[in-house]
């Protein structure tokens, strides 16, 4: 059973920096990983993703201003947030794809708040 978690959510002021990490109980090498939000009312949906091998996409509302990294030594990925806006308030959850299913972090909330 894989375990993911996320930490580095909080209240942060309008242009503020947040960053995100997700730690895995196992390897990431492997694996395709992503960061999602859900705000309240609405679904959830992809902020960033990188595969195994670096490559990255962002969702139209966060590129510039968002940038998803990964560390394998450490099975941990990040999602560096800057310019941060009242929009980008919900829930952040760190997905890992495998081929059998996903997994999913408990999530970890972000308030962008003055």
């Known amino acids: 059973q894989v375990q993911l978690v996320e930490s580095g959510g909080g209240l942060v002021q309008p242009g503020g920096s947040l960053r995100l990490s997700c730690t895995a109980s196992?390897?990431?090498?492997?694996?395709?990983m992503g960061w999602y939000r859900q705000a309240p009312g609405n679904q959830r949906e992809l902020v960033a993703r990188i595969t195994s091998g670096g490559s990255t996409n962002y969702a139209d509302s966060v590129k510039g201003r968002f940038t998803i990294s990964r560390d394998n030594a450490k099975n941990t990925v990040y999602l560096q947030m800057s310019s941060l806006q009242p929009e980008d308030t919900a829930v952040y959850y760190c997905k890992q794809s495998r081929p059998v299913r996903d997994y999913w972090g408990q999530g970890t909330q972000v308030t962008v708040s003055s």
């Open positions: 196992g390897s990431i090498f492997v694996y395709a």
